[in-house]
């Protein structure tokens, strides 16, 4: 993401920008199931219901904040700015992490990678995304269609993860309190900000 982030801003071309923004975005992605993932190995368990509180309240106020200081900075600076703003912070966080965040890898883990379940996943996502973000474009009847199909490719994916040897999410974690919590939490958070940003 901090990599991503410098080449936006030093970006030549509007197609160089298209890329970086691109390479950004999955960064973006990766930081969230990162983060909480870094949450789970490196608090003990009494502890993490408060740490995922924080985590999302920040998370929350860092996402309301971002388009002000954004708007701010191309207004005042440059809209390189926009981007190169997070190098210095990835730097900052990458040092801090280094020094007091224990290694969480766990070498006996099994290293086989998932991939109808990642295929099933992505899916599951892109469609139901598509249908909410064109639902004008597609009208009700079709919206409803497109909603039901990514909500079976969803249930496929449960059914495909209970079943698989080695699931790309083991179904045992959502018996775990704190998980399904730090999930539902982060839903509400982002629902409800993302509201205030349609509405």
């Not at 509007?14 to 969230?32: F, S």
């Not at 973000?133 to 059914?159: D, K, P, S």
């Not at 790309?168 to 959502?174: A, D, E, I, W």
Request: net charge positive.
């Amino acid at each position: 993401f901090t990599l991503a982030s410098a080449a936006c801003g030093l970006a030549q071309s509007p197609g160089q920008l298209v890329v970086a923004r691109v390479l950004q975005g999955v960064g973006g992605a990766l930081l969230t199931p990162g983060s909480l993932a870094l949450i789970q190995s490196s608090f003990r368990p009494g502890d993490r219901g408060k740490a995922i509180g924080a985590w999302s309240g920040l998370g929350g106020i860092a996402s309301a904040a971002g388009p002000f200081v954004g708007g701010w900075l191309v207004q005042y600076a440059s809209w390189r700015w926009a981007f190169l703003v997070n190098v210095p912070l990835g730097v900052a966080t990458i040092w801090i992490a280094q020094l007091h965040v224990p290694e969480s890898r766990d070498e006996r883990a099994d290293h086989h990678f998932d991939v109808l379940g990642a295929a099933l996943a992505t899916l599951a996502l892109g469609v139901t995304t598509f249908a909410l973000i064109q639902h004008e474009a597609l009208g009700a009847g079709a919206t409803t269609g497109v909603l039901a199909l990514g909500l079976a490719i969803g249930v496929a994916f449960v059914v495909v993860e209970q079943r698989s040897r080695h699931p790309m999410v083991q179904p045992t974690l959502f018996a775990s309190r704190q998980f399904s919590a730090a999930n539902a939490m982060t839903l509400l958070v982002y629902a409800a900000l993302g509201a205030v940003f349609f509405f």
